[in-house]
């Protein structure tokens, strides 16, 4: 089980930078990213190092599950993916080499197998209030991307599949099977 500390959450959504030591590490939000200028949550602040360990005493706790890692994997694509709340996903130290094109994440709610879900997937737009972009920059796996999925209305645990799909060549450059 992980946790990630009620304030924390709310300092992440209100997108002030966060200088805090949590079990050792520092966290902060990247400002300097053009994604985290807007009115949405960040899209690269640190959420790993308090997922990895409980919030400091006194303080709310709101639980985050892991769903697993992105696998058969392409462009150097990698990250875990965690259901943050019912409207949220979190791919947690994402990468991506940014030699792909037409990159955008997708889900799909139908389906037993990749072909089925990849027939049934929907674009969630990223970032957050756009009406999607395409994936074009460079991720070192430093960072995270939050996929807010009240914009397709759709909730965590209707979620069968995540995928960074490529549109030019209908390929998934890494999934998750819920």
Known sequence: MWYLSKSLWAQLMLHSP???????????????????????????????????????????????????????TDHGVQGKVYVLDQDTLVIDEFSFDNDGFGVYINVATKGRNKKQWAKNRIDVPFPSGTSGEPIEQFYDGN???????????????????????????DLSFGHVKF
């Open 18 to 72: 966060i200088k805090t030591n949590t079990c050792g590490r520092k966290v902060k939000a990247d400002l300097s990213n053009p994604y985290c200028r807007q009115a949405q949550p960040c899209v690269q602040v640190a959420l790993l190092a308090p997922l990895s360990c409980a919030a400091p005493q006194g303080g709310q706790e709101v639980e985050v599950t892991f769903v697993g890692n992105l696998v058969d």
């Open 143 to 169: 960072g995270q991307l939050l996929i807010d999925l009240k914009q397709v209305g759709v909730k965590a645990n209707e979620v069968k599949w995540l995928s960074v799909w490529c549109t030019v060549f």
